[in-house]
């Protein structure tokens, strides 16, 4: 009996160790593999397709209290930005600071952070989940997207809202942060343009002046640092033609899972 | 001695879900380490993040040889899961249809009054890898039938507390929250559940090891099983 249980430890020891083995080998060859990519890519637009269909257009992620606020949110990415403008701006503390919403709408705007205050806001605590795997509660002020799309005048081939920002995460050239998402969450009542975190203007570490609030979706999403709104027909001419900084490392562009 | 009898003991769909879900949990559990290992800490509640109480934190992480893929890649690692996670899905839907249906749960699964009453015994002659022959092999023994309930009511609270996790299902479902206790107990569930069923996998190779790998796995490919006949004396 006893050499029967030895041997059974045996085999099964070196049957784990043979399957792991093999296991790695194969998926390591299959996750080098850009067509095999492709295979597993197809999941993401059914994650898509299901979460569309589940959530409807209007949806609202949870909502808290002042009680379940982090007493530290965590700033992660980029804890400053990095172009030689927004230096300047950071110097007058946003006073020449202009967003700019533009590309395929009737009329571009530009507005200062007073404008941009001076226009209805929206508030919500909600929590941010990173695709790390924390998660922090924060309260959010801002102007909600939709309203400034309204404002502008989205033309018929508008298809999505592209985010450029201040920060260059990357590094060197084509490190630049941007990302995109389609008008359904663009015009999404929490979706914001936030100009204050717990009550305060937005911290610098968070993305000051204006970062976007994406409710439903991963906090990669959620530009900081952004200097521009601009409504396009496709997202291919940008970066590596994957929709984000993010996106285009390998991450999914639907980042509601 | 008596000559070894066979008969028929697992249904083609059976057969076909078990390999199916073994491809799927492992490459669920490998991208989940992989997956684990880009914020190696656990948390109790709502939200969590590294100045928050955890309840767990493995600062090493999982090693290579356990993750998909082996060197650290939270994007890839996603999205093998987050694929597998639907071949694993409608695998088991296919499988709990047919089970409920075709009465293979109420049949196989449910504990007789024998058995229940037996269950130390039984225990044991397990525990000194003593398992049944002749007509008593015929059927799951008490201890096989609480396991198999006990997966078959663990994956889907698997797939639940992975759900739970995702923001755009929070605002479809936010009932799965309050029902988890909110996104990083689910979390912490998800991690738990995953080493119970790590667990029962153990559990499961030894049994298969122990009473006989050749004519077990075989009835999982063929669905032919051998019987040993009850052997007369004991010494």
């Known amino acids: ?257 | 001695m008596a000559r070894k009898v066979t008969f028929h003991r697992h249904s083609p769909i059976v057969r076909m879900t078990h390999w199916i879900n073994v491809v799927c949990i492992v490459v669920m559990l490998m991208s989940g380490f992989q997956i684990f290992n880009a914020h190696r800490a656990l948390y109790w509640g709502l939200k969590g993040a590294d100045a928050d109480h955890h309840w767990l934190a493995l600062p090493g992480g999982f090693p290579a040889w356990a993750t998909i893929p082996s060197w650290q890649d939270l994007a890839t690692g996603r999205t093998w899961h987050f694929a597998f996670a639907w071949i694993f899905l409608i695998n088991g839907l296919v499988y709990l249809l047919f089970g409920l249906l075709s009465g293979h749960f109420w049949r196989d699964f449910r504990p007789t009054g024998a058995q229940l009453r037996g269950i130390g015994h039984t225990l044991w002659d397990h525990l000194r890898l003593k398992f049944p022959k002749g007509e008593e092999a015929r059927h799951y023994n008490v201890l096989q039938k609480f396991a198999y309930i006990g997966i078959v009511v663990v994956l889907p609270f698997m797939l639940a507390t992975g759900l739970t996790m995702s923001p755009g299902v929070d605002a479809a479902a936010p009932w799965l929250l309050d029902l988890f206790g909110g996104r990083q107990s689910a979390r912490s569930l998800h991690f738990i559940l995953a080493w119970s069923i790590i667990a029962f996998v153990a559990i499961h190779l030894i049994a298969v090891l122990a009473a006989g790998p050749i004519n077990e796995i075989g009835s999982m490919i063929t669905g032919r099983y051998a019987i040993e006949p009850e052997e007369e004396t004991e010494a």
């Not at chain 1, 530009?223 to 996106?247: N, Q, T």
Request: charged share 20%.
């Open chain 1, 1 to 257: 009996m006893s050499e029967l249980i030895r041997l059974t430890r045996r085999t099964a020891l070196l049957g784990a160790a043979g399957v792991s083995g093999l296991v790695l080998t194969g998926c390591d060859q299959l996750s080098r593999s850009s067509s095999f990519q492709r295979v597993l890519d197809t999941a993401q637009r059914l994650d898509m397709g299901a979460q569309r269909l589940l959530l409807g257009a209007d949806q609202l992620a949870p909502q808290y209290t002042q009680a379940d606020l982090s007493p530290w949110f965590k700033p992660n990415g980029s804890f400053t930005g990095t172009t030689d403008d927004y230096k300047r701006m950071l110097d007058d503390n946003f006073a020449s600071y202009r967003l700019t919403v533009g590309g395929l709408v009737r009329h571009p705007l530009s507005l200062s952070l007073d404008e941009l205050k001076a226009l209805p806001a929206r508030s919500q605590i909600t929590r941010h989940d990173c695709v790390e795997g924390w998660s922090a509660i924060g309260g959010w002020t801002g102007v909600q997207l939709g309203l400034l799309l309204k404002s502008a005048g989205l033309l018929p081939q508008a298809r999505y809202v592209v985010f450029h920002c201040a920060d260059n995460l990357g590094g060197g050239p084509g490190g630049m942060y941007y990302e995109t998402i389609d008008l359904t969450d663009a015009v999404h009542p929490q979706t914001i343009l936030a100009y204050a975190m717990n009550g305060q203007p937005l911290p610098v570490p968070h993305g000051a002046p204006l970062r976007l609030r994406l409710e439903r979706q991963l906090g990669y999403k959620m530009a900081k640092y952004v200097m521009g709104v601009e409504a396009v027909a496709s997202y291919a001419h940008l970066g590596s033609g994957r929709g984000g900084f993010w996106e285009d490392r390998g991450y999914q562009w639907y980042a509601g899972i």
